[in-house]
C-alpha cells in the first residue's frame, strides 16, 4: 500500500479493544489516530507505548499517533472507529457534533456491544440520535482484543444497511489474521453482540458453582434461542444469530472474557459491587441484562437466562436458586 493509498483511521477509545484495532489497522499500513477521553492516560500511553491497564504486554507502535484533541484525531479521516462503551457513546458522539462536516465523508464504525440504558437503543441507532444521516457501520463477532493484537486468527463481521459501506469496512479491516464477513442486518449483528454478554455472565456463574460440560452446553444453545427470539421480534432476521456475531460470540465469551469472569466471580459467592469495585473494565452484560428484559417486556418475548441473570445481579437471588428456577420451569417443547 503506497503512502498515498492509506486510509487515515480515527480511532477513539483507550480500552483494549481500541487498542487492538489501532495496532491492528497500523499493521494494515493505515494512517493511525488514537484518542481517548482522558488526555493524563493518553500522556502514559504515549509516554510508555503500552496499555498496561487494559492491554497489557502488547508494544503499540511509535508511527500511532496519539492525541487528546478530537478535533485533530477525526480531521480528514475516511474511517473513524467508536471504540466507547455502550452507556458513554452517546456522551461522545454528541461531542462530535460540531464536526459534522468533517464527518460527511466518513464511515462511523461502531464496535461496542449493548443497548443504551434507558433508551433501548443499539449502537448504530445513538450514533445516528445524535449526528443524523451520516455513514455507520457496526463491526461485531467472537473477537478478544489480546489475541487480535497478537495476531491470532479471528472472524468478525461488518453490518451497514448499505451493503457498500460494508465492502468498504471489510477492505479496510481485513488482513493475514483477521477475516470480515459483511451483512445488511444491522440490528441482528448489533443485538447478537449486546445479548451474548448476559449469557456469558450466565456461563461464568456456571462454572464459578462448579458445573461441567453439559450446563454450558445448555446455556449456549438455549442462550442463542433466546437472543434469536428478541432478535425477530425486533426486526433483526433470525439466520445471522447462527453466525459468528450471534453463536460465534457467543461461544467464545461463554469460554473467556470480562462477563464470564464477572460471573464466576458471582458463582463463587463475590457480590455484584464487590466485583466491580475490583476492575477499571466495563462489563457491559451487567447494564444489557437490564436493557434486554424491558425490550423483551415490550414485544412480549420470555427470556428466562436473562431473567435469572438479572435477578442475580440486581435482586440478591443466589446462584443455586437461580438454578433451581430455571430448571423447574413448566414442562417445553424444544422449539418453543
Not at 34 to 54: E, H, Q, S
Not at 100 to 129: F, N, P, W
Request: charged share 20%; aromatic share 4%.
Amino acid at each position: 500500500m503506497s503512502r498515498d493509498q492509506r486510509t487515515i483511521c480515527a480511532v477513539l477509545g483507550d480500552g483494549g479493544w481500541g487498542t487492538a484495532l489501532a495496532i491492528h489497522l497500523h499493521r494494515l499500513g493505515h494512517r493511525v489516530r488514537w484518542w481517548g477521553a482522558f488526555p493524563d492516560y493518553l500522556r502514559v500511553l504515549d509516554r510508555t507505548r503500552v496499555n498496561r491497564k487494559f492491554l497489557p504486554g502488547i508494544p503499540i507502535p511509535k508511527s500511532i499517533r496519539i492525541t487528546p484533541d478530537l478535533s485533530e484525531a477525526i480531521h480528514d479521516a475516511q474511517c473513524v472507529i467508536l471504540a466507547i462503551p455502550s452507556q458513554h457513546l452517546r456522551g461522545i458522539t454528541r461531542t462530535l457534533r460540531p464536526f459534522r462536516r468533517d464527518l460527511k465523508s466518513a464511515i462511523l464504525v461502531s464496535v461496542a456491544k449493548g443497548l443504551e440504558r434507558g433508551s433501548l437503543l443499539r449502537m448504530s441507532q445513538v450514533i445516528h440520535d445524535e449526528l443524523g444521516a451520516v455513514k455507520v457501520a457496526a463491526l461485531s463477532g467472537p473477537s478478544i482484543a489480546a489475541e487480535v493484537a497478537r495476531q491470532q486468527p479471528a472472524s468478525l463481521v461488518a453490518a451497514a444497511h448499505d451493503a457498500s459501506v460494508a465492502t468498504i469496512v471489510q477492505r479496510w479491516c481485513m488482513g493475514p489474521t483477521f477475516r470480515i464477513y459483511t451483512s445488511t442486518d444491522v440490528a441482528g449483528v448489533e443485538l447478537g453482540g449486546a445479548l451474548k454478554n448476559p449469557m456469558a455472565i450466565a456461563a461464568g456463574v456456571s462454572d464459578g458453582l462448579g458445573f461441567g460440560a453439559n450446563a454450558k452446553a445448555a446455556l449456549v444453545t438455549r442462550g442463542i434461542v433466546e437472543m434469536a427470539r428478541l432478535g425477530v421480534a425486533c426486526g433483526a432476521r433470525e439466520q445471522t444469530f447462527w453466525g459468528l456475531s450471534g453463536l460465534g460470540d457467543l461461544v467464545t465469551t461463554c469460554l473467556s472474557g470480562r462477563n464470564h469472569w464477572l460471573g464466576e466471580q458471582l458463582g463463587k459467592g463475590r457480590c455484584l459491587r464487590q466485583i466491580l469495585a475490583s476492575t477499571p473494565m466495563v462489563i457491559e452484560g451487567v447494564e444489557t441484562s437490564t436493557a434486554a428484559l424491558t425490550l423483551a417486556r415490550h414485544h412480549g418475548v420470555e427470556l428466562p437466562l436473562i431473567e435469572q441473570v438479572h435477578r442475580i445481579l440486581f435482586r440478591n437471588q443466589s446462584p443455586r436458586n437461580a438454578l433451581q428456577a430455571l430448571m423447574r420451569r413448566a414442562e417445553k417443547s424444544e422449539s418453543s
